[in-house]
């Protein structure tokens, strides 16, 4: 069966029009969330079986997915954080399956639960090579180059959020290049590497061949590897001397400037193209799991 209709779901901002613009192919439904609960449609609230009725697929724009649609419809969520490798504590076993690769990543501590005291602080200080950064699963964090910063950013980011990671500081080009499957007959499509120069994301043409290749073969090995969706993004810090993966992103963001945009219309792609892929790709997903005929 031909997809036809696709319900977006967004919060009514400017990024919902960006996305329903590259979805000129489909009849669109566009239903806002309401923050007070439950979803609009034209300003009157709808019923959960709306969905089904008025749409093939789900382009779901919020940070959360309606309980009820997984199970209905497939599902396309690239701002969503169900993905378990966004969840706090998952960069540590992701990070293992890089090591199981000889992939160089910072070393990192996590830490959860807990206020620390003077003591654990110190602990915890002895055992690592400031400058470290002080992060969250959703976070960037803080730059702590000496132990007071060290102390105050820990216990706030404990504080606010439960948990934290204590990850060394790699002085290097930040880069990063994104996957996506079944792009252009490739069953695991790497785009070219990008940095940001400025406020925009420009393709690196100058770098080391064994470089490059070394972050191509990684992103492709650990997207496998991990079982990740249609798209993912790799933040890569790049030395004279070494490659470190420092970040995964399982839902990486698809707007304007972005990497993922950039590296789109370098190999001569757009957004129209993406989200074609995306659906026809969560669809294939969802026929996986018998929930279609």
């Not at 919020?62 to 998952?90: C, F, I, Q």
């Not at 590897?225 to 698809?254: E, M, N, R, S």
């Amino acid at each position: 069966m031909e997809i036809k209709r696709v319900i977006v779901v967004g919060d009514g901002s400017p990024r919902d029009q960006e996305v329903i613009s590259a979805l000129a192919g489909f009849k669109v439904t566009y239903v806002i969330e309401n923050p007070l609960g439950g979803h609009l449609f034209q300003g009157s609230t709808v019923a959960d079986d709306f969905f089904v009725h008025h749409g093939d697929v789900a382009v779901v724009l919020t940070d959360t997915v309606p309980t009820h649609l997984g199970h209905k419809m497939p599902l396309v969520s690239p701002y969503s954080e169900r993905s378990m490798w966004n969840a706090p504590g998952h960069k540590v076993l992701w990070k293992k399956h890089a090591k199981d690769h000889n992939i160089l990543t910072p070393h990192t501590f996590y830490i959860r639960g807990h206020d620390l005291s003077q003591g654990e602080l110190s602990k915890l200080h002895s055992q690592v090579f400031l400058p470290v950064n002080i992060k969250t699963s959703k976070t960037n964090g803080n730059l702590a180059y000496d132990f007071d910063v060290f102390a105050s950013s820990l216990r706030d980011t404990m504080a606010q959020h439960g948990h934290a990671y204590i990850e060394r500081h790699i002085q290097g080009r930040t880069m990063h290049v994104c996957t996506l499957r079944g792009f252009r007959g490739r069953d695991i499509y790497v785009t070219p590497v990008v940095e940001k120069v400025g406020d925009k994301y420009h393709i690196v043409h100058k770098l080391d061949s064994v470089q490059k290749k070394y972050i191509e073969d990684a992103a492709r090995l650990l997207h496998s590897d991990l079982g990740l969706g249609h798209v993912a993004q790799f933040d890569f810090i790049i030395t004279p001397k070494h490659v470190y993966l420092q970040d995964i992103h399982a839902h990486p963001v698809v707007d304007q400037g972005s990497p993922l945009l950039e590296s789109l219309h370098s190999v001569g792609s757009s957004l129209v193209e993406f989200w074609k892929l995306a659906i026809e790709h969560s669809r294939a997903e969802f026929r996986k799991k018998g929930r279609l005929s």
